[in-house]
């Protein structure tokens, strides 16, 4: 049978996030959704997502195929609704589809708004998401089940005596290392995958996981609620905070309540705000209505997608967004909303154009021995270039 991970609507209200993913692949806790569905149902996954997107994360229909929605994060006891599914059940929260089990046939022409032969009513309580900072204000929830689903049955690695750990639920896999360092697990848990680094003189509290080859550089203070995805290398102060992977913020500077794509940099000493001088509620840019949306929190900090850079000293307001390969730099603080492949700061911006910025991304990806910056990759952000043209003629 075929696991195969939907967008739905998602795709658009997580915009700038997924315009180059798909919402299944976005990393909250440790793992990818995607990848929690794999280590609970056992198997791969495909996709059924954006046709400009389908290259790269293609789909794989067999003779029978389980549908689920891209942002549903699976527990315990939907996956026990969802594994008694017959061919052509769909099963509903809310009246938003989840999941159905379909027919090679049916497969080939799914629709999410589609009827289907019987539908069953869901009455769980699952994580959804559905908009950016559902991301990190979920992330200490689904950080905490992915620690007890990759740790369950096993021991930590050994990790250097040198070291200060707190309660017991530290996790090192073999090939961790970490020096001179203290770990609080009280809060939450510390999970630590293959071939990570903690440099000296740092300070971690859980929740919080550093995904395959990332680094923590010296000095570094963390607070819970906190990933750093594979190949990552991170220093300063990080609070409640989710980078997904090949993105570096190694220098000091405040990174809170926010949520930081791939190929990402943040220069030295660069901050952002997560609590506004009044304490007011925060409103982000929101793509679909084309205006600022309420979010209902007091700490919304940055959400910056993929390829984005900022030179050092960036000051970054309450509640940012930034979208795809938008490079910021100057002296001040940048409008709440950066558009996809702009360029510029509080002085104002222009047009970040793609021959310039892939010129940067091949040198990026240079850096990564296994990564290549190649055509599957051009096209998908030419396509990104096109889709967002006018969100970078909008006066704010």
Avoid at 385 to 395: A, C, M, P, V, W
Wanted: aromatic residues 12%; glycine residues 8%; contains cysteine.
């Amino acid at each position: 049978m075929a696991i195969i991970l939907f967008d739905g609507n998602a795709y658009q209200t997580l915009l700038p996030l997924t315009y180059t993913r798909p919402v299944a692949d976005l990393r909250l806790g440790i793992l990818t959704i995607a990848e929690k569905w794999a280590k609970y149902l056992k198997q791969d996954f495909s996709y059924h997502t954006q046709s400009y997107l389908s290259v790269k994360f293609p789909i794989d229909i067999q003779s029978e195929n389980l549908f689920i929605h891209g942002a549903v994060c699976p527990d315990e006891q939907l996956l026990e609704a969802i594994n008694k599914l017959k061919t052509g059940e769909a099963l509903k929260l809310d009246g938003r589809l989840i999941a159905v089990r379909l027919s090679e046939s049916a497969a080939k022409t799914f629709d999410d708004k589609a009827q289907f032969d019987r539908t069953i009513d869901y009455n769980g309580s699952p994580i959804v998401i559905k908009y950016p900072e559902d991301i990190f204000r979920n992330n200490d929830t689904e950080l905490k089940k992915d620690f007890q689903l990759l740790t369950k049955g096993r021991s930590s690695a050994a990790i250097s005596s040198t070291n200060t750990i707190i309660g017991n639920d530290f996790f090192a896999e073999e090939g961790a290392v970490a020096e001179c360092s203290s770990f609080n697990t009280t809060n939450g848990p510390i999970y630590l995958a293959k071939t990570t680094e903690v440099w000296e003189g740092t300070h971690i509290r859980g929740s919080f996981a550093l995904c395959n080859n990332s680094q923590v550089k010296m000095g570094t203070n963390i607070y819970g609620g906190t990933t750093v995805g594979p190949y990552c290398r991170v220093g300063g102060e990080i609070n409640n905070s989710v980078i997904w992977g090949y993105s570096s913020k190694g220098h000091e500077g405040y990174l809170g309540n926010s949520v930081m794509g791939e190929w990402c940099n943040i220069g030295a000493d660069s901050n952002n705000s997560n609590l506004k001088n009044n304490y007011a509620e925060v409103k982000l840019w929101d793509y679909t209505s084309q205006r600022f949306r309420a979010t209902g929190l007091q700490f919304c900090g940055l959400v910056m997608a993929d390829h984005s850079k900022c030179a050092i000293n960036t000051m970054f307001n309450t509640g940012t967004v930034v979208g795809v390969s938008a490079n910021v730099f100057g002296a001040g603080f940048p409008r709440n909303f950066v558009p996809d492949f702009s360029w510029g700061g509080p002085h104002g911006f222009e047009t970040y154009s793609p021959k310039k910025a892939f010129e940067t991304m091949e040198k990026v990806f240079a850096r990564r021995d296994h990564r290549k910056f190649d055509d599957v990759e051009r096209n998908i952000l030419k396509t990104v270039f096109e889709l967002t043209n006018e969100y970078r003629h909008i006066g704010l």
